[in-house]
DNA sequence: GAGTGGTCTAGACCACGCG
DNA sequence: GCGTGGTCTAGACCACTCA
């Protein structure tokens, strides 16, 4: 931080007002990191670009390499962002081939993912539906609001396995259709980043054991006392904003799921 | 160590001799990051003790405090210390007051876990036993080996909803009773740390859905039709070594297992 | 060889906990 | 007021990528 006239922020907010009873000290890095995000929640960089390099970030923001550099390292700790040594650092994706279906921790008992590779989906519908009572409360939104309603079947190696809902908030996927989601090549976390804009940043998962309903024991092809994994994911993108709710069955006969603990 | 001769090895390691294929380029940190943990592992402090100040491991290491502080960083981002500004860093304990049951991924679907207390624990038996193929490998023990098994019932606010079987190795564990698993107030895992010196550090966990069986079923009050989860978790110490293989039924019609992805 | 992230240092100062 | 971890800086050098 230095001599020119202060057109970035830090240098004011060095010394933060002292709130009534929270002081909330916020070291520069923070505040960095803050601004770092802001440029990509507002699309300044596009996901798979790369940012600026750690120097035109230390001069844009007027401060040291080293504090861009531990805004960074948070960023990247949560995923928001890959560093490549020689490279550069870039926007994450769902699309990235390293990492895809992040979310995904369903994994086969013999082999392993890659060789079983990519999921079949089938799309059983998609449409505009009114928000129910607690898909509202989980999307922040209001009862009654416009969502989109899709429900799929995941198949492996062609044995159907997942059976999953997914609602959308109306205003964020307006048009997101049938042939859209089929059609789409990857993650369809992935088709939500390049087609709506919507990067999912984090989630949320609860887990129950359940039996099915005589129609999902016919799409999964199960009997009705076939024990069942209940996963409800909320996912988020940025500012802990929820964007989608996802409701999935997921049979344990040929898979686990896997969580790793620290 | 300060200005005697030279007996830690960073100054002398700090150009590793060039393997044939793999340069395995090590910066610093993380040999100091090593030198650490084989102090951690070998116990010259115990858990929820304090170990050395960032300058004094400095001066014992030779080198800079920046270099023993992004060492502590990654042992701090692995839970096997913790960081309290202004008071030192501690080695980790499954005894702490604030992240006590780490590993415990069950919440209440009313209220949460802290006003629902610790379950009250039922030990059904602790005895030695011989290592079957699937827990010996696990285990990464010999068929036939000594273990210890013991299991048991954890229950909330009554209500009995984890039946559990853990797998010790006999070694490690020697003279382990189910009066101990009993009366120890506090994790399991604590007791470990406290009567056997063994520190659980990370884990692993393969979910599914499944049915009890009669015994199962009578042992958590449910009939033979009530889903539940099959958690089978392994877990490690230092150096990955694993150290304890727990085979769980959790009841999920009044709690859920909780996941955050990232 | 130029540019990027990664490591390491040395020193200054700040926030926190505790006696 | 002292010691601890936490922040910030400035500068040097290293490892990696790519043209």
Redesign the pocket.
Known sequence: ??SLPPTAT?AAA??PAPAAVA?A????????KGLILRSLQEGEWKPGE?????????GRF????????????EL?AENLVI???????FVATHAEHQVQYRFLKLLPDQGDAREEGPAQRTVLECRRARASADVARALALRTGDTVILARRILAFAGVPTILEELWLPGQAFKGLSAEQMASYQGPTYAMFELEFGVRMVRADEKIRAVLPDAAQAQSLGVSETTPLLSVERLAYTYNDAPMELRRGLYRTDTHYYFNALN
């Open positions: 931080m230095s830090p060095r010394t002081p000290f916020s070291p520069l890095y923070q505040q960095i790369s940012i600026p390099s750690e120097m035109d970030l230390a007027r401060v040291s390499q080293g504090t861009v550099r531990k805004a960074i390292d990247a560093r490549r040594q020689g490279k550069g650092t």
